[in-house]
């Protein structure tokens, strides 16, 4: 928790509490459904927490913005971004029902009002986004493939509506056909050093009607 106070220092009071929970939540779910290795889960809010929160140093969404999580697995990283921005939507999807019920316990537990997820597959979404994130869940040919025509038309922040994916190592093989695509790297604001070669790559989409 201090690791998030470091670098997110302006939470509100029920914020704190939201991340303080969070230990809690899913080391009791762990032990009923796996969604986090055994090696991972003691370093939940480095490896899960701050990783998912990678994004918010690369944006900050704005007041009603919708954002899709794919691959959403335990919630990351949906939920600790949604709690950080309570005024923005997110829909976290996963196809394996055992995380999504994970998902909605901790959602429910945290009483986030912002926070829908359901088991589906990111191809049987219906609706537009102004942004759609996720980690790692497969390359990025095939990720745009799946949510290439879920982009909203209008864009109301300074980064282009598209995907926002966690990602590590060298990607310069994946991204090869896909010159918009930016990377920044997440040891530029994180010290731990699991985020040596972690990223956050922006991918801006067209709307497609």
Same mark, same amino acid.
């Given at each position: ?8 220092? *302006? ?25 986090? =290795? ?12 701050? %990783? =998912? ?70 191809? *049987? ?13 497969? *390359? ?31 990607? =310069? ?28 790559? %922006? ?7």
């Amino acid at each position: 928790m201090d690791e998030i106070l470091k670098y997110f220092p *302006n939470l509100t009071d029920i914020q704190k509490e939201q991340f303080e929970k969070l230990d809690f939540l899913y080391h009791d779910w762990n032990e009923k459904i796996n969604v986090i =290795s055994r090696k991972d889960i003691d370093a939940l809010y480095t490896k899960h927490i701050l %990783h =998912s929160l990678g994004i918010a140093k690369i944006i900050k969404f704005e007041t009603g913005t919708y954002v899709l999580d794919v691959g959403t697995g335990g919630g990351f990283p949906g939920i600790p971004l949604a709690i950080l921005f309570p005024e923005t939507r997110f829909y976290l999807i996963d196809i394996i029902a055992k995380k999504i019920k994970v998902v909605q316990a901790v959602a429910e537990g945290l009483e986030l009002k912002n926070v829908k997820a359901e088991q589906m597959r990111a191809e *049987n979404v219906k609706g537009d986004f102004d942004f759609i994130v996720s980690r790692a869940v497969t *390359n990025m040919p095939d990720f745009v493939s799946w949510v290439k025509t879920k982009i909203k038309k209008n864009n109301k922040h300074e980064l282009k509506n598209g995907i926002l994916y966690l990602k590590g190592g060298d990607l =310069s093989e994946e991204l090869k056909d896909f010159p918009k695509a930016t990377e920044y790297n997440l040891a530029d604001f994180f010290e731990d050093e699991f985020f040596e070669t972690k990223k956050v790559v %922006h991918l801006p989409l067209k709307f497609v009607v």
